[in-house]
């Protein structure tokens, strides 16, 4: 006589398999039994209150303020344009003419705004009075159109 083909583990995969398929039609039939229950559309409704809290109760409607669409801010501020000086005063803080740029230091604001080459309308050195107009750069503030001013 031969012994059984089915080891002990295939007969517990088989129990595994049967138990989840078990499982699977008990809960499907709790979905259909529940289903009919279900709830309506005023049990999952949520309302807001005066306070901008969740509530499950509707609120007074007596109790609503007015708010106006364009005084609501969803993100940054809208930002009034805000003419600036065209022409600035600067004295040339670093200039490298092998390299050919430089940083200009702003007489009103004391920011250091730097400066290529291309951007010069005559030669400039350290320490010299410029007049200068920004332009924004790939990496920040530019100066274009340097000038020297006269002493």
């Not at 600035?88 to 390299?99: I, L, M, P, Q, Y």
């Amino acid at each position: 006589m031969g012994t059984s083909s089915e080891t002990f583990n295939k007969k517990e995969r088989e129990k595994k398999k049967l138990k989840k398929q078990q499982e699977k039609k008990e809960k499907a039939e709790d979905r259909k039994t529940n289903a009919a229950k279900g709830k309506g559309l005023e049990d999952m409704m949520a309302y807001v209150d005066a306070n901008g809290n969740l509530t499950s109760v509707p609120q007074d409607l007596s109790l609503r303020k007015k708010v106006s669409a364009d005084d609501i801010q969803i993100a940054v501020p809208k930002q009034e344009h805000v003419e600036e000086e065209i022409v600035r005063n600067g004295t040339v803080a670093f200039f490298n003419d092998s390299k050919g740029f430089g940083f200009i230091r702003d007489l009103q604001t004391q920011e250091s705004i730097f400066v290529h080459v291309n951007a010069l309308t005559e030669q400039i050195r350290e320490n010299d009075k410029v007049t200068f107009e920004i332009e924004q750069g790939q990496k920040g503030p530019t100066a274009v159109k340097v000038k020297k001013t006269v002493k």
